[in-house]
């Protein structure tokens, strides 16, 4: 046996600790994602960090025309040789590529689908709140959005668009700052943060209808900076609460809200801020009409603004096929992993909203 062949024991290493997961709450919280976890993707985190480009979506790129190498040299192999060695021999090999991949996503972000909610670990009580709570709720940030963009009238484009005063890196370094001190006051979010990554084909993350990806084979954050800028903020949070080893996508939102709120940056702020009142004004616009038009007429000329501007940048690549793909895609991945919603767990994060709501106003 050729020493790469040892590779394919990764196969069940990987599968041993996914099983012990998927079985048991209390070993995937607190056997793996508070001790196996951060032990595992730290330096993997640093190293990446090293690195000002994202190091995931070069290894994206590189993997194709690796593949079709890898499948033109099998092919040549299995002319030149016998048929059914070097069917074999490619097989294994493949095994085990496969296995590191494999053993790569479970520890890197796998496992942690399965750990406790983080709501439980916090302490809230989280259930279905009423339309008047919800409404009080959206108020309560449309007051803070609209102070917020009242702070940032100078970080206007020529249209009265929020734009971003600093570069798409500047503002990676502070939300990886937020994260950080947010993590030094909350145990659970307690570790080494790696600034989150500019895409570069943002683009293309446009036409996806994705605002970012958390890369768990090199441990990066990867951001769409093509987005509207008042939203990227919330988005480097949200995938460094990944970074973090919370998985679900309700929780990730939630603590990118938390996360920018206490950062004392008011451009971080207010992104968290819109985040949560467009999850919010949307459920209250689905669940009494008549209350979201009354949030709606809250809103400050600059919030206003801001909404309509970002709406207008995704309404062009709507209905469009690589739109529908994006959807369909992220849809089927959240639901192979533990979230039954699929996309529409994004929008769970209002259940975590209320109740923090409920308990500040005890």
């Not at 690796?66 to 033109?72: F, K, Q």
Request: glycine share 8%; net charge neutral.
């Amino acid at each position: 046996m050729k020493k790469r062949h040892l590779l394919l024991i990764l196969w069940p290493a990987a599968g041993l600790i996914l099983l012990l997961c998927r079985s048991s709450e209390q070993f995937a919280e607190h056997v793996f994602a508070r001790g196996i976890y951060p032990v595992y993707r730290t330096p993997i985190s640093f190293v990446a960090g090293l690195i000002p480009c994202s190091l995931g979506e070069l290894i994206l790129y590189a993997a194709v025309p690796a593949a079709l190498i890898g499948l033109i040299v099998w092919i040549i192999r299995m002319v030149r040789g016998k048929a059914g060695r070097g069917f074999l021999r490619g097989a294994v090999n493949l095994l085990c590529i496969l296995g590191v991949v494999f053993f790569m996503f479970v520890f890197g972000c796998g496992a942690n689908y399965y750990r406790s909610t983080y709501a439980k670990s916090a302490g809230l009580d989280v259930r279905p709140g009423t339309n008047e709570e919800l409404y009080e709720l959206c108020l309560s940030l449309t007051d803070r959005a609209n102070a917020l963009r009242g702070q940032l009238n100078d970080c206007e484009d020529a249209g009265g668009v929020f734009a971003l005063p600093c570069s798409k890196r500047a503002l990676a370094l502070r939300a990886k700052d937020a994260m950080t001190h947010f993590g030094q006051e909350n145990p659970l979010l307690h570790g080494f943060y790696a600034p989150p990554k500019p895409v570069l084909w943002s683009d293309g993350m446009s036409r996806l209808e994705i605002t970012g990806v958390y890369f768990p084979f090199t441990a990066e954050a990867n951001v769409n900076i093509r987005a509207s800028d008042f939203t990227i903020g919330a988005a480097m949070c949200h995938e460094l609460s990944h970074m973090a080893g919370f998985m679900r996508e309700d929780e990730a939102n939630y603590i990118a809200y938390l996360a920018c709120r206490d950062s004392g940056d008011p451009v971080l702020d207010y992104s968290g801020t819109m985040l949560a009142l467009v999850y919010c004004a949307r459920a209250l616009n689905e669940s009494d009409p008549g209350l979201y038009d009354r949030v709606r007429e809250a809103y400050s000329d600059g919030v206003r603004r801001d909404f309509a501007a970002d709406a207008a940048w995704w309404k062009q690549y709507d209905d469009q096929p690589a739109s529908e793909f994006g959807e369909k895609m992220n849809d089927t991945y959240l639901k192979a992993n533990a979230q039954s919603e699929g996309t529409k767990s994004y929008g769970a994060m209002v259940d975590l909203l209320l109740a923090e709501f409920r308990q500040a106003a005890r």
